[in-house]
């Protein structure tokens, strides 16, 4: 399996965006689809999951702004990102939680005050 994270950039406070994670591997649908984040001089921190079912869970620092969702068909996940604050700054990754594979690159986002 490879994962690849996308769609990051430069927001403002207040702001959205969509974050996009491409999957390469067999048996898309039915794994479980995490998203996490790395802010400068911190851990990574786990955000949020998706299983192959649809159920859905969110770390507190981002439930109620952030969703995340899956299309089995194009085998990718998504993360919406609204009501962006400064504090949410960071490279942000995709991963299999129920099996962490090699981080990759991330995709950086910054949100300005």
């Known amino acids: 399996v490879q994962l690849q994270a996308s769609g990051g950039g430069l927001v403002q406070a207040g702001g959205s965006l969509r974050l996009s994670c491409e999957v390469t591997?067999?048996?898309?649908?039915?794994?479980?689809m995490g998203w996490y984040r790395q802010a400068p001089a911190k851990q990574r921190e786990w955000l949020a999951s998706?299983?192959?079912?649809?159920?859905?869970y969110y770390a507190d620092s981002v439930r109620g702004r952030f969703t995340i969702s899956r299309d089995n068909a194009k085998s990718a996940a998504y993360l919406q990102m609204d009501s962006l604050k400064p504090g949410d700054t960071a490279v942000y990754y995709c991963?299999?939680?129920?099996?962490?594979?090699?981080w990759g690159q991330g995709t950086l986002v910054t949100v300005s005050s």
């Open positions: 998706i299983t192959g079912d649809g159920s859905t």
């Open positions: 991963n299999t939680p129920t099996m962490i594979r090699p």
């Open positions: 591997g067999k048996n898309f649908r039915i794994v479980t």
